[in-house]
């Protein structure tokens, strides 16, 4: 079992910044692929970015590619998602999944059926 715990969610105005962080527990970190998704109110899970285990490869929605950045630290058994110009269509629940232990495929990240854990996710608002 994998566990993992979003944090660093909040209220932010438009324009403004975060960075979500989300510590996984239970198993070798560096055996999985990490991704972040989001669900805005009245919408289905989106995927948002993911990481592949060396943290060399990243992927990314094209609506959030120019302002959001995912890495990771394996040392510290902890992937991040740097949020850039928050916009108000950004206030979702967002959520850390882990995909593993096993080789990744490139085309199936962005799929919420290829990770096998989830966390509780954290609460973005953004202002207007």
């Known amino acids: 079992q994998v566990q993992l715990v979003e944090s660093g969610g909040g209220l932010v105005q438009a324009g403004g910044s975060l960075r979500l962080s989300c510590a996984a527990s239970?198993?070798?970190?560096?055996?999985?692929?990490m991704g972040w998704f989001r669900q805005a109110p009245g919408k289905e899970r989106e995927f948002v970015a993911s990481?592949?285990?060396?943290?060399?490869?990243?992927y990314y929605a094209d609506s959030v590619k120019a302002r959001f950045t995912i890495t990771r630290e394996n040392a510290k058994n902890t992937v991040y998602l740097q949020i850039n110009i928050l916009k108000p269509e950004d206030t979702a629940v967002f959520y850390c999944?882990?995909?593993?232990?096993?080789?990744?495929?490139?085309?199936?990240?962005?799929?919420?059926?290829?990770?096998?854990?989830w966390g509780q996710g954290t609460q973005v608002t953004v202002s207007s």
């Open positions: 239970g198993r070798t970190f560096s055996d999985y692929s």
């Open positions: 999944a882990a995909s593993g232990p096993r080789s990744y495929r490139s085309d199936l990240l962005k799929r919420g059926d290829y990770y096998d854990y």
């Open positions: 990481i592949i285990r060396s943290g060399d490869s990243t």
